[in-house]
């Protein structure tokens, strides 16, 4: 069964933290991306990256770093946490140049406080 | 600024009725469609999709229909059961591009 694996279900950080959000994928994907889901406003895409190494900026990258070592993993890093990014993390991956096919993983509810 | 709109955050439904939810877009530039489900604590599950050069697409009890010059689409599901509550998240791409953009969701709330 594929799977997106992101590291941890639930995370409780202090304002100014350094946060790592961790995202495996098993499906030898090429395109990997990180959203972010809160109410009213849908899945905002933060980050993605078309391969090893690269990465694009979406739609809401402030704040937000990223880094693609291994085709599998993608990371999401908050440089100093602020309350304003509690939120649901959620990351996703898919083949390269198809516009379906999107595979996500249960999220990570990150609470900054 | 959404290019994707999905103007009703909640929709009830009896069993057995058909369920229809509404997404809007406004990026002409968008030529694929997709409806995503999802469960609480859950990741969103690819539902059904639709391509521009269509106007419907089918898929056992669900059904999305696109009219381009409304910049219109809506996901039927006929008919609704239980198990179908959920949030539904329509999301839209360009030129079979990398990027999906979503909509808000709506909740679906079936009653039994």
């Known amino acids: 069964d594929v799977k997106v694996t992101q590291s941890s279900r639930y995370l409780v950080k202090r304002t100014g933290e350094k946060v790592f959000l961790e995202c495996v994928q098993d499906?030898?994907?090429?395109?990997m991306f990180w959203y972010r889901q809160d109410p009213g406003l849908g899945l905002r895409l933060i980050y993605f990256s078309y391969d090893v190494k690269m990465k694009e900026k979406g739609d809401i990258p402030e704040g937000y770093s990223v880094s693609r070592e291994k085709k599998e993993r993608f990371s999401l890093i908050l440089e100093s946490a602020s309350t304003n990014q509690t939120s649901m993390y959620l990351c996703a991956s898919k083949k390269g140049g198809q516009a379906y096919g999107y595979t996500f993983g249960s999220g990570t509810r990150l609470t900054v406080v | 600024d959404q290019q994707v709109k999905q103007n009703s955050p909640s929709l009830s439904v009896q069993e057995g009725r058909i369920s229809i939810l509404n997404c809007d877009y406004t990026n002409s530039m968008f030529d694929y469609f997709l409806w995503y489900k999802k469960y609480p604590a859950e990741g969103p599950t690819f539902l059904i999709s639709i391509s521009s050069i269509k106007d419907k697409n089918e898929d056992g009890r669900f059904t999305v229909f696109l009219n381009k010059s409304a910049k219109h689409l809506s996901l039927h599901i006929v008919p609704s059961q239980p198990g179908d509550s959920a949030v539904y998240f329509c999301?839209?791409?360009?030129?079979?591009?990398?990027?999906?953009?979503f909509g808000a969701g709506t909740i679906l709330r079936v009653k039994s």
């Open positions: 999301a839209a791409s360009a030129q079979y591009g990398n990027k999906l953009v």
């Open positions: 499906m030898d994907h090429e395109n």
